[in-house]
């Protein structure tokens, strides 16, 4: 076969679609699924291709915080709940045919507004100038088949990097010392950013940094204190457990 | 193989975004679990995350457009640790009604019901 008059195949496309359909389908098995088990496992996948996700959209930092944090932490946390409470008929409850109906019917009619709501922005769909302006701003819809080809050099005003700039750009673009220095009050990103008098450590994320972390020393204080073992009163002997 | 040559945009992410919070929504919604309640907690959660990442990326953005920039990761962070601080204080007190009541179904935990 002849792929030579094949628009060239856009990799972040082909990741995009990867990650999306697993994120996507397991995150809808982890509503299908009754087996509270299965739900966790089923969580974790779809989770897990979610940070594949971040990392495509260039969020490097939040990515690798969503493996660590998320699927290392919190869920990790929520299969030791499930291990402790999964016993007899908990671990699958099932639940009713009519509650299944109401919750589809009122679900498809929020996935009607949302998607539709994103895809009727046009610049929220990344795509060249030339190429709108040849399709009259028609508001909702993907272009048929606008065949964008980086070596024409009419076709594509806004992408017009070059691909060696474009790596470059990528090994300059990681986010973690920027955000570092943003949780710290300095936005080195913004240095030249207008207003000029909020620049240079104004405009950080001091404050929320802090309330967060003593957020975070409160809530595990709180849930150890929440969760102890105590005795019951009344209850059978003396030292049992949980 | 048109799908696989158009660029990905910000519309995209809002779109899994969106499948995903519907699913959580649904899923706090007929869950009988305390856990499964949880767990669509989690993916709402991450379905607006994967809405602040895409409009604080670069490289989804046409050109000139406004974007969130690096704030959109900020946020993005602090939804994920005060979502480990939920998932914590609400695994512990399923934890303490499972070990008073000895269930874990949302449908029994009736007692403040007047």
């Given at each position: 076969?002849?792929?030579?008059?094949?628009?060239?195949?856009?990799?972040?496309?082909?990741?995009?679609?990867?990650?999306?359909?697993?994120?996507?389908?397991?995150?809808?098995?982890?509503?299908?699924?009754?087996?509270?088990?299965?739900?966790?496992?089923?969580?974790?996948?779809?989770?897990?291709?979610?940070?594949?996700?971040?990392?495509?959209?260039?969020?490097?930092?939040?990515?690798?915080?969503?493996?660590?944090?998320?699927?290392?932490?919190?869920?990790?946390?929520?299969?030791?709940?499930?291990?402790?409470?999964?016993?007899?008929?908990?671990?699958?409850?099932?639940?009713?045919?009519?509650?299944?109906?109401?919750?589809?019917?009122?679900?498809?009619?929020?996935?009607?507004?949302?998607?539709?709501?994103?895809?009727?922005?046009r610049a929220w769909q990344n795509r060249p100038a030339a190429a709108d302006a040849a399709e009259g701003h028609s508001s909702h819809g993907r272009a048929p088949a606008q065949l964008v080809s980086a070596t024409d050099p009419h076709a594509t005003k806004a992408p017009a990097k070059?691909?060696?700039?474009?790596?470059?750009?990528?090994?300059?673009?990681?986010?973690?010392?920027?955000?570092?220095?943003?949780?710290?009050?300095?936005?080195?990103?913004?240095?030249?950013?207008?207003?000029?008098?909020?620049?240079?450590?104004?405009?950080?994320?001091?404050?929320?940094?802090?309330?967060?972390?003593?957020?975070?020393?409160?809530?595990?204080?709180?849930?150890?204190?929440?969760?102890?073992?105590?005795?019951?009163?009344?209850?059978?002997?003396?030292?049992?457990?949980? | 193989?048109?799908?696989?040559?158009?660029?990905?945009?910000?519309?995209?992410?809002?779109?899994?975004?969106?499948?995903?919070?519907?699913?959580?929504?649904?899923?706090?919604?007929?869950?009988?679990?305390?856990?499964?309640?949880?767990?669509?907690?989690?993916?709402?959660?991450?379905?607006?995350?994967?809405?602040?990442?895409?409009?604080?990326?670069?490289?989804?953005?046409?050109?000139?457009?406004?974007?969130?920039?690096?704030?959109?990761?900020?946020?993005?962070?602090?939804?994920?640790?005060?979502?480990?601080?939920?998932?914590?204080?609400?695994?512990?007190?399923?934890?303490?009604?499972?070990?008073?009541?000895?269930?874990?179904?949302?449908?029994?935990?009736?007692?403040?019901?007047?």
């Amino acid at each position: 076969m002849d792929f030579s008059h094949w628009a060239p195949i856009n990799w972040h496309t082909v990741f995009f679609l990867l990650f999306s359909i697993v994120a996507c389908v397991f995150g809808v098995a982890v509503v299908l699924s009754s087996n509270i088990v299965r739900m966790a496992l089923y969580l974790i996948v779809s989770l897990g291709a979610i940070a594949g996700l971040f990392f495509l959209a260039g969020a490097d930092f939040v990515g690798s915080m969503q493996l660590l944090i998320y699927v290392g932490g919190t869920l990790v946390l929520l299969v030791f709940g499930v291990m402790l409470t999964a016993q007899g008929p908990f671990v699958s409850m099932k639940t009713g045919g009519g509650d299944w109906i109401l919750a589809f019917l009122l679900s498809g009619c929020l996935l009607a507004i949302l998607v539709p709501a994103g895809f009727s922005v046009r610049a929220w769909q990344n795509r060249p100038a030339a190429a709108d302006a040849a399709e009259g701003h028609s508001s909702h819809g993907r272009a048929p088949a606008q065949l964008v080809s980086a070596t024409d050099p009419h076709a594509t005003k806004a992408p017009a990097k070059t691909e060696d700039a474009v790596d470059r750009e990528v090994v300059q673009r990681n986010t973690a010392a920027r955000i570092g220095m943003g949780l710290l009050g300095v936005r080195v990103d913004k240095l030249e950013s207008p207003p000029s008098k909020l620049t240079g450590g104004m405009v950080g994320y001091l404050l929320p940094f802090e309330i967060v972390s003593v957020h975070l020393l409160v809530v595990l204080i709180g849930a150890a204190y929440l969760a102890r073992t105590k005795k019951r009163a009344g209850g059978i002997g003396s030292g049992g457990v949980g | 193989m048109d799908v696989l040559s158009q660029p990905i945009g910000v519309a995209h992410y809002m779109a899994v975004g969106a499948i995903l919070f519907v699913s959580g929504a649904v899923c706090m919604a007929t869950k009988r679990n305390a856990l499964g309640v949880l767990m669509g907690i989690e993916l709402v959660l991450n379905g607006a995350n994967i809405n602040f990442v895409a409009f604080g990326s670069e490289f989804l953005q046409s050109e000139g457009s406004y974007g969130l920039g690096l704030d959109g990761h900020f946020v993005a962070l602090f939804v994920i640790v005060l979502a480990a601080a939920e998932a914590a204080v609400a695994l512990a007190i399923a934890l303490n009604f499972y070990n008073n009541h000895s269930t874990v179904d949302v449908d029994r935990a009736d007692e403040l019901k007047g």
